[in-house]
């Protein structure tokens, strides 16, 4: 890994996108208030409630934390508040564009499995490092669709 990235830039979808953002807080309360009445108030399972609330925010935990993307010279890393993942370009066989990001494939052409076995980069509200990172990733896995 060389001392210095070749790009860095943050994403943090709560705080960019503050119209999505509310609609998505007071769908989470309708969800809990709907959700209680259910488990708790008819079945009288309380855990279901829990597990259910639980799985729900930790499925949407990317949107509320903030992400940094790191580009070196061999590999990708990404930083959550306390998790690091690091990847290296030679993992991934080809990657594709959308108006929110680039995602990371580890086949030969784009795939439904892509979302689980590839890596998504979400560009930042203002995009900035978005020719960059296309032009980074064209010289380090070279097959864009």
Not at 61 to 77: A, D, R
Not at 123 to 131: D, H, I, L, M, P
């Amino acid at each position: 890994m060389s001392p210095e990235p070749l790009l860095t830039w943050r994403s943090w979808p709560f705080i960019e996108r503050p119209f999505t953002s509310v609609l998505l807080i007071l769908f989470l309360l309708f969800l809990a208030y709907f959700l209680w009445n259910v488990t708790v108030e008819e079945w009288h399972q309380p855990w279901y409630y829990y597990l259910g609330m639980l799985l729900v925010i930790g499925t949407l935990l990317p949107y509320f934390i903030p992400t940094t993307y790191y580009l070196y010279e061999n590999e990708i890393i990404i930083m959550y508040l306390f998790i690091k993942i690091t990847r290296k370009y030679s993992d991934f066989g080809c990657f594709y564009c959308d108006k929110r990001g680039v995602m990371l494939s580890t086949f030969k052409m784009p795939r439904r499995l892509d979302p689980f076995r590839g890596q998504s980069l979400r560009f930042s509200k203002t995009q900035t490092e978005k020719e960059q990172l296309l032009e980074i990733l064209r010289e380090k896995i070279g097959k864009q669709y």
